[in-house]
C-alpha cells in the first residue's frame, strides 16, 4: 500500500511540532524517517496514527484521502504501529496478547483461543519469527516481545508498518535479526516507515531515507550516502562524532566496588555480585542492553538504593550505607539517565536547577535564606560556561530543549567540587551539537584526574569516551575490556556471552 | 527484563493538584466574577417580586426585568453595606464597623488558608485545618483559662502553645505519612474526628476545661483578660490583634516560600519529589516539617479564635474554618498575596451575609457564591482527571473559552 502525507503541519500552541510536511512511502518500501530526539518524528507518527489531528495537511493510502479520528480508524485502513514501549499485557500469552481486542469467538461468545494461536503460527512461521503462541509474554527476551507487536499489527492486516525507534531495547544481534525481519517484510509488499536516530541501521536497512530536522523535511537522502553526509543533514552542520582525547594518566583508586547486590522492586536480584575499580584520570563505560542492572547500579552507587550485599569505596570513605545526600558532600556527581524526572525540576528556573543539591549552605544559601545576588552570579556564569541556549537564568527548565537541560544538569554536578562523577545515558535525547560537548566535558573531568563512571547503552558513546568498559548482562559483570574492543565483541558479551 | 512494558506511574492527585494551582489570577478573577453571576440568579430566582412579575413574563417583560435588577442591586448592596461601608449609617463609627469585621472574620481564614497553601505547595492535601485549629485551640483555652500569668506574658505563651500544639498534631499526620506511607488526607479527615472528640470532652469535664458553675453543655470561660488578644481600634470595634497576626502570617509565608532556603526544598519536592530524592532531599522528613509549619499557620487562627473571645466557648469555636481554608488557599493559588486577598473577599461573605438577611435574604447564598467560586477554579482540571480526558492544548480556561468564541462552535 503507498502511504502519502501532504504539508502535514501540527502545532503546540506556539510551537511548530511538524511543518508543511511531505513524505511518500511506496508499496513494499523500507522508508527511513531519521531525524534527532525532537525533530517532530514521533509527533508525524503520532498523526498518521490518529493519535493527533493535523492542524493542516492530509493523509492519503493509495492516492485516497483519509480522515482518521482515532487509532481505530487508522489501524482498519491498514496502518500498524509498534511504539518505542511494548504495549503488550506481560501476563498474557503472544496468542491472548495479539487477538486483545479483536478476538475471535466461537459459540456463546467464548474466546477462541485455538483460532488466535492458528493466526501467531501462521504469520510466525510465514515471516520466520519463530514465536510460541502459548509463551507468556513477560517470559519473552526483548526482541521477541517486539516480534509479537509486529505480529499484533500484521494480524489485523497492517500494509502499513511503522517502527518506532523499535532498536532502542535490542542488543545488535537483536537489531540484526530485526532488519532481517523488516527486509522480509517489505518484499511480501508491506510498507515499512522505519523512525530512528542511529545512521547505522538506516544505512544497513533503507531503502529510501527522509531527513527532518526541528519538524521540517530537510530532504531525502540515499543509503549509499555516508554517514557524515547524513548526521549533516539531521543537525545541519557538519559534526564530529569522534572525541578527541589522550591516553589516561591514572592514578589511585578513585572508587572500588566489592562484590555488589542489590535487591530490586521486584525482589530478585538485579545487580549480582558486581566487582570494578576505577582509577582517577579514567573513564570506566558500563555497557549493556538497557535493564541489564545498570540504573539499580548507579543508584546503589549514588545511595538512592539499598545495597543487600557488598561495598563501595570512594577513595578510602565507605559509602555503601551512606545517604544521598552524604554521597553529595563526599563530592559524587551524578547525571541520572532520566532528566525530566529525577535530573531536573521542570517547573524551576534555571537557577534554582543550579541549586537543588546545595541548599543547605554557600554558595547558595545564607542562613536560613536563599543567597539570590549568588545565585544570579553563579547562574549566569555557568549558563556561559556551559552554553546553555537559554533567553534567561529565570526560563524554566522545563521550556529548554533537551539538549539544553542537560547541559543544565552537567553544569551543575560539574561545577561542584568532585571526588568522582557517574553519568548515567548522559548523551539520551540530546541534540547531536550538545553531544560533542557533554562529551568534551566529561574527557576534561577525566584529565582533571577524576575517576569517571559512564553507564550508556549507546555503543558509539561508549566506544567514544571509555577507557575500559565492563559489560553488564542480567545484573552481572560479563566482562571488562578494553575500549580497542570490537563492536562484535561487545555485542556478544552484551548478549551474555563472556569476553 | 520488564522494563519494556512497564507503564510510566503518573500521579493524578499530584497532577491535578498542580493544574489547579497554577490556574494563576486571571482564571481567580474569572471564577469570582461567574460566582457573583450565579449568586445574582439564585437572588433573582428567590425574589418574591421577580417571580410574580416573570408569570405576566410575555405580557410585560419589562417588570420582570426590573423586578430582577432590583434583586440583584438590594441583595449586593445589603452585601457591600454589610461588609464594607455602610452608607446607611448616621455616625462614622458605625459607618466603618462592616470593614472592621471584615477583617475580623478574615483574620483567622487567612492564616489557617495560609497553612493550607503550604502543604498545597508541597504537594500534600492537608484537610486537617478544622482537627489542628480545634487541637491549638484546646491549649490555648487550658493557658488563658486555667493559668495565671502576668499581663503580656499570658497572651504570649498561650499564642505560642496554641501555635505549637497545633503544628504538633498536624506533625502527627506527616510522621505517619513518612512512616507508614498512610495518605495524609484520609489522616487528616479522621484526626478533625479525634480533635473534635477530645475538644467536647475538655469543654465538658468540669476537672478539665468546662465553665466554672457551668451548666450540662460543653463550654469553657472566658479567657483571662490578660491573655486576650487586644482590641486593635478601641472598645468601639471588635477588631483584635489576631488580624496582625495574620497579616504578620502572610509575610512569614512569604518569606519561607520565595526566600528561605527550607521554602525551596518544600516546592522542589512539591514539584518533582523524584528529583529531590536525587539532589539529596529526604523527602519523608519533609513532608514531616512542612505538615507541621503547616500546622502552626493553622495555629494563628486557633490563637485568633480562641484569644479573641471575650465569652465561653463551645466546641464548635472552628466553625466553617476548616474547610473555608481550603478555599481560600485554592482561589489564593496557594501565593501570599492571593490567600490574603481570597481571605479578605471570604471575611467579607461572612461578614456581609447578616445585612442580606435583614433584606430578606437568605444568607446562605454567600455560601453558594463561595462554592461556586471555588468550583469554577477546581472544576476543569478535576473534571479531566475523573473522566480522563487529555489537557486541553493551551490548558487555561480562558484561551479555551476564547477559542470557542472566536472560531464559533469550537474546535474541529
Known amino acids: 500500500?503507498?502511504?502519502?502525507?501532504?504539508?502535514?503541519?501540527?502545532?503546540?500552541?506556539?510551537?511548530?511540532?511538524n511543518d508543511h510536511i511531505d513524505l511518500v512511502v511506496k508499496s513494499g518500501e523500507i522508508h527511513s524517517l531519521l531525524g534527532e530526539n525532537g525533530a517532530g518524528k514521533s509527533t508525524l507518527m503520532n498523526v498518521l496514527y490518529g493519535l493527533y489531528s493535523a492542524d493542516e495537511g492530509e493523509i492519503l493510502l493509495d492516492d485516497?484521502?483519509?480522515?482518521?479520528?482515532?487509532?481505530?480508524?487508522?489501524?482498519?485502513?491498514?496502518?500498524?504501529?509498534?511504539?518505542?514501549?511494548?504495549?503488550?499485557?506481560?501476563?498474557?500469552?503472544?496468542?491472548?496478547?495479539?487477538?486483545?481486542?479483536?478476538?475471535?469467538?466461537?459459540?456463546?461468545?467464548?474466546?477462541?483461543?485455538?483460532?488466535?494461536?492458528?493466526?501467531?503460527?501462521?504469520?510466525?512461521?510465514?515471516?520466520?519469527?519463530?514465536?510460541?503462541?502459548?509463551?507468556?509474554?513477560?517470559?519473552?527476551?526483548?526482541?521477541?516481545?517486539?516480534?509479537?507487536?509486529?505480529?499484533?499489527?500484521?494480524?489485523?492486516?497492517?500494509?502499513?508498518?511503522?517502527?518506532?525507534?523499535?532498536?532502542?531495547?535490542?542488543?545488535?544481534?537483536?537489531?540484526?535479526?530485526?532488519?532481517?525481519?523488516?527486509?522480509?517484510?517489505?518484499?511480501?509488499?508491506?510498507?515499512i516507515v522505519f523512525i530512528t536516530h542511529k545512521l547505522r541501521e538506516v544505512q544497513a536497512v533503507a531503502d529510501r531515507i527522509t531527513v527532518i530536522r526541528l519538524g521540517a523535511v530537510v530532504g531525502d537522502a540515499k543509503p549509499t550516502d555516508s554517514a557524515s553526509t547524513l548526521a549533516t543533514m539531521m543537525v545541519g552542520r557538519a559534526v564530529d562524532l569522534d572525541v578527541k582525547k589522550h591516553s589516561p594518566k591514572k592514578g589511585d583508586a578513585g572508587l572500588t566496588v566489592t562484590n555488589l547486590t542489590v535487591v530490586g522492586d521486584r525482589h530478585n536480584k538485579v545487580v549480582d555480585d558486581v566487582s570494578f575499580t576505577v582509577h582517577a584520570g579514567e573513564v570506566l563505560a558500563i555497557?549493556?542492553?538497557?535493564?541489564?542492572?545498570?540504573?539499580?547500579?548507579?543508584?546503589?552507587?549514588?545511595?538512592?538504593?539499598?545495597?543487600?550485599?557488598?561495598?563501595?569505596?570512594?577513595?578510602?570513605?565507605?559509602?555503601?550505607?551512606?545517604?544521598?545526600?552524604?554521597?553529595?558532600?563526599?563530592?559524587?556527581?551524578?547525571?541520572?539517565?532520566?532528566?525530566?524526572?529525577?535530573?531536573?525540576?521542570?517547573?524551576?528556573?534555571?537557577?534554582?536547577?543550579?541549586?537543588?543539591?546545595?541548599?543547605?549552605?554557600?554558595?547558595?544559601?545564607?542562613?536560613?535564606?536563599?543567597?539570590?545576588?549568588?545565585?544570579?552570579?553563579?547562574?549566569?556564569?555557568?549558563?556561559?560556561?556551559?552554553?546553555?541556549?537559554?533567553?534567561?537564568?529565570?526560563?524554566?527548565?522545563?521550556?529548554?530543549?533537551?539538549?539544553?537541560?542537560?547541559?543544565?544538569?552537567?553544569?551543575?554536578?560539574?561545577?561542584?567540587?568532585?571526588?568522582?562523577?557517574?553519568?548515567?545515558?548522559?548523551?539520551?535525547?540530546?541534540?547531536?551539537?550538545?553531544?560533542?560537548?557533554?562529551?568534551?566535558?566529561?574527557?576534561?573531568?577525566?584529565?582533571?584526574?577524576?575517576?569517571?563512571?559512564?553507564?550508556?547503552?549507546?555503543?558509539?558513546?561508549?566506544?567514544?569516551?571509555?577507557?575500559?568498559?565492563?559489560?553488564?548482562?542480567?545484573?552481572?559483570?560479563?566482562?571488562?575490556?578494553?575500549?580497542?574492543?570490537?563492536?562484535?565483541?561487545?555485542?556478544?558479551?552484551?548478549?551474555?556471552?563472556?569476553? | 527484563m520488564n522494563n519494556a512494558v512497564e507503564t510510566p506511574v503518573v500521579n493524578r492527585g499530584n497532577a491535578v493538584l498542580k493544574e489547579i494551582l497554577s490556574g494563576g489570577a486571571t482564571r481567580a478573577l474569572l471564577s469570582v466574577v461567574l460566582g457573583f453571576v450565579v449568586g445574582a440568579l439564585f437572588m433573582v430566582f428567590s425574589n418574591e417580586a421577580f417571580l410574580t412579575a416573570a408569570q405576566y413574563f410575555t405580557a410585560r417583560p419589562a417588570d420582570s426585568l426590573a423586578a430582577a435588577w432590583t434583586a440583584i442591586a438590594d441583595g449586593y448592596s445589603a452585601l457591600f453595606r454589610g461588609s464594607i461601608y455602610n452608607y446607611a449609617a448616621d455616625d462614622i463609627v458605625v459607618a466603618f464597623r462592616p470593614l472592621t469585621e471584615t477583617l475580623r472574620f478574615a483574620g483567622p481564614l487567612i492564616a489557617s488558608g495560609l497553612g493550607i497553601a503550604l502543604a498545597f505547595r508541597v504537594g500534600l492535601f492537608n484537610i486537617g485545618?478544622?482537627?489542628?485549629?480545634?487541637?491549638?485551640?484546646?491549649?490555648?483555652?487550658?493557658?488563658?483559662?486555667?493559668?495565671?500569668?502576668?499581663?503580656?506574658?499570658?497572651?504570649?505563651?498561650?499564642?505560642?502553645?496554641?501555635?505549637?500544639?497545633?503544628?504538633?498534631?498536624?506533625?502527627?499526620?506527616?510522621?505517619?505519612?513518612?512512616?507508614?506511607?498512610?495518605?495524609?488526607?484520609?489522616?487528616?479527615?479522621?484526626?478533625?474526628?479525634?480533635?473534635?472528640?477530645?475538644?467536647?470532652?475538655?469543654?465538658?469535664?468540669?476537672?478539665?476545661?468546662?465553665?466554672?458553675?457551668?451548666?450540662?453543655?460543653?463550654?469553657?470561660?472566658?479567657?483571662?483578660?490578660?491573655?486576650?488578644?487586644?482590641?486593635?481600634?478601641?472598645?468601639?470595634?471588635?477588631?483584635?490583634?489576631?488580624?496582625?497576626?495574620?497579616?504578620?502570617?502572610?509575610?512569614?509565608?512569604?518569606?519561607?516560600?520565595?526566600?528561605?532556603t527550607m521554602g525551596y526544598r518544600f516546592r522542589m519536592v512539591g514539584h518533582n519529589p523524584d528529583a529531590a530524592r536525587t539532589a539529596g532531599i529526604n523527602v519523608e522528613r519533609t513532608f514531616m516539617i512542612a505538615m507541621a509549619v503547616s500546622g502552626a499557620f493553622v495555629g494563628l487562627a486557633a490563637v485568633n479564635q480562641a484569644l479573641g473571645a471575650r465569652a465561653g466557648m463551645t466546641p464548635d469555636i472552628d466553625g466553617t474554618i476548616g474547610f473555608d481554608a481550603i478555599t481560600v488557599a485554592l482561589l489564593g493559588s496557594s501565593t501570599a498575596p492571593g490567600v490574603l486577598l481570597a481571605g479578605l473577599l471570604f471575611g467579607a461573605f461572612k461578614a456581609g451575609a447578616p445585612a442580606m438577611q435583614v433584606i430578606g435574604l437568605s444568607p446562605e447564598i454567600t455560601g453558594v457564591v463561595q462554592g461556586f467560586i471555588v468550583l469554577f477554579i477546581a472544576a476543569p482540571p478535576l473534571v479531566r482527571a475523573i473522566f480522563r480526558l487529555p489537557p486541553p492544548q493551551k490548558s487555561t480556561v480562558v484561551a479555551d473559552w476564547w477559542r470557542s468564541l472566536v472560531t464559533k462552535g469550537g474546535r474541529k
Do not use: C
Request: hydrophobic share 45%; glycine share 10%; aromatic share 6%.
Open chain 1, 1 to 17: 500500500m503507498k502511504l502519502e502525507l501532504r504539508g502535514i503541519t501540527k502545532r503546540f500552541g506556539a510551537l511548530v511540532a
Open chain 1, 64 to 191: 485516497v484521502v483519509q480522515n482518521f479520528k482515532g487509532p481505530g480508524d487508522a489501524m482498519a485502513a491498514g496502518i500498524g504501529m509498534v511504539h518505542q514501549h511494548f504495549m503488550l499485557i506481560p501476563v498474557f500469552t503472544v496468542a491472548e496478547n495479539v487477538v486483545l481486542g479483536h478476538e475471535p469467538t466461537g459459540a456463546l461468545d467464548t474466546l477462541d483461543l485455538e483460532a488466535a494461536r492458528k493466526l501467531v503460527r501462521e504469520i510466525s512461521d510465514r515471516f520466520g519469527f519463530d514465536i510460541d503462541p502459548d509463551a507468556l509474554v513477560e517470559d519473552l527476551p526483548v526482541g521477541a516481545q517486539q516480534r509479537v507487536e509486529i505480529i499484533k499489527a500484521l494480524a489485523r492486516d497492517a500494509k502499513v508498518l511503522v517502527l518506532d525507534e523499535p532498536t532502542a531495547v535490542l542488543t545488535p544481534q537483536e537489531t540484526d535479526e530485526l532488519m532481517a525481519i523488516m527486509k522480509g517484510l517489505a518484499k511480501a509488499g508491506t510498507s
Open chain 1, 287 to 499: 555497557a549493556g542492553v538497557q535493564g541489564n542492572g545498570q540504573t539499580e547500579l548507579a543508584e546503589a552507587l549514588v545511595g538512592l538504593r539499598d545495597v543487600t550485599g557488598g561495598k563501595i569505596v570512594l577513595g578510602k570513605l565507605d559509602i555503601t550505607d551512606s545517604t544521598v545526600r552524604e554521597v553529595i558532600d563526599a563530592g559524587v556527581g551524578y547525571i541520572p539517565e532520566d532528566r525530566s524526572k529525577d535530573g531536573l525540576v521542570g517547573d524551576f528556573t534555571i537557577a534554582e536547577n543550579f541549586m537543588v543539591n546545595r541548599s543547605y549552605g554557600p554558595p547558595f544559601a545564607k542562613g536560613l535564606s536563599i543567597d539570590f545576588v549568588n545565585r544570579a552570579r553563579i547562574a549566569d556564569e555557568l549558563i556561559t560556561e556551559y552554553d546553555v541556549r537559554t533567553p534567561s537564568q529565570t526560563t524554566l527548565a522545563k521550556q529548554l530543549s533537551g539538549g539544553n537541560q542537560q547541559k543544565v544538569v552537567v553544569a551543575r554536578e560539574l561545577s561542584r567540587d568532585l571526588n568522582l562523577l557517574i553519568a548515567s545515558q548522559p548523551t539520551r535525547g540530546v541534540d547531536v551539537g550538545s553531544i560533542e560537548f557533554i562529551h568534551e566535558r566529561i574527557i576534561a573531568t577525566r584529565d582533571a584526574g577524576k575517576p569517571v563512571v559512564i553507564i550508556s547503552t549507546e555503543l558509539d558513546e561508549v566506544s567514544a569516551l571509555a577507557d575500559r568498559i565492563a559489560v553488564m548482562y542480567r545484573g552481572k559483570i560479563v566482562g571488562i575490556v578494553d575500549a580497542t574492543t570490537s563492536r562484535e565483541t561487545l555485542g556478544r558479551m552484551m548478549a551474555g556471552a563472556t569476553a
Open chain 2, 129 to 260: 485545618a478544622s482537627g489542628q485549629l480545634l487541637f491549638g485551640a484546646l491549649w490555648a483555652t487550658w493557658i488563658s483559662t486555667r493559668v495565671s500569668l502576668p499581663w503580656g506574658v499570658h497572651l504570649v505563651v498561650a499564642a505560642l502553645v496554641a501555635i505549637l500544639a497545633s503544628a504538633a498534631y498536624a506533625a502527627v499526620v506527616g510522621f505517619l505519612k513518612a512512616r507508614t506511607g498512610a495518605h495524609e488526607v484520609i489522616v487528616t479527615i479522621m484526626m478533625n474526628y479525634i480533635a473534635a472528640g477530645i475538644l467536647t470532652y475538655f469543654f465538658r469535664t468540669p476537672e478539665l476545661l468546662r465553665e466554672v458553675d457551668g451548666g450540662g453543655t460543653p463550654k469553657s470561660d472566658a479567657p483571662a483578660e490578660t491573655a486576650q488578644l487586644p482590641y486593635l481600634l478601641g472598645d468601639q470595634y471588635t477588631l483584635h490583634w489576631g488580624f496582625i497576626l495574620a497579616i504578620v502570617g502572610v509575610f512569614a509565608y512569604w518569606w519561607i516560600m520565595e526566600r528561605s
